[in-house]
Nanobody
């Protein structure tokens, strides 16, 4: 089991920003695509964003223009910058590492999740 560790969640007011981080040991984040999922209570899990090893990115329509996924230069961490947050962004956010393209991504490894709560 590859440990992926998320951090950066918390409580923020609507319109605010948070940056989620995902770290892993070894080169797992450098050689795999990385995707952020979220799941709100009573809702289906949603793929929010994906970044490939070549830095191609994709976003769910619900976050396009507000969220940005990126890697650090050493490829040991992946970030999700979330701006203009809305109450409907409230969810547990999961970092994953997996396979495929930004349009056909399959997660293999999961982090434990970090809670993001946006108050109105």
């Amino acid at each position: 089991q590859v440990p992926l560790v998320e951090s950066g969640g918390g409580l923020v007011q609507a319109g605010g920003s948070l940056r989620l981080s995902c770290a892993a040991s070894g080169s797992i984040l450098g050689i795999n695509a990385v995707g952020w999922y979220r799941q709100a209570p009573g809702k289906q899990r949603e793929l929010v964003s994906v970044i490939t090893p070549s830095a191609t990115t994709n976003y769910a329509d619900s976050v396009k223009g507000r969220f940005t996924i990126s890697r650090d230069i050493a490829k040991t961490a992946v970030y999700l910058q979330m701006n203009s947050l809305r109450p409907q962004d409230t969810a547990v956010y999961y970092c994953t590492a997996g396979y495929g393209t930004v349009y056909n991504y399959s997660p293999r490894y999961w982090g434990q999740g970090t809670q993001v709560t946006v108050s109105s």
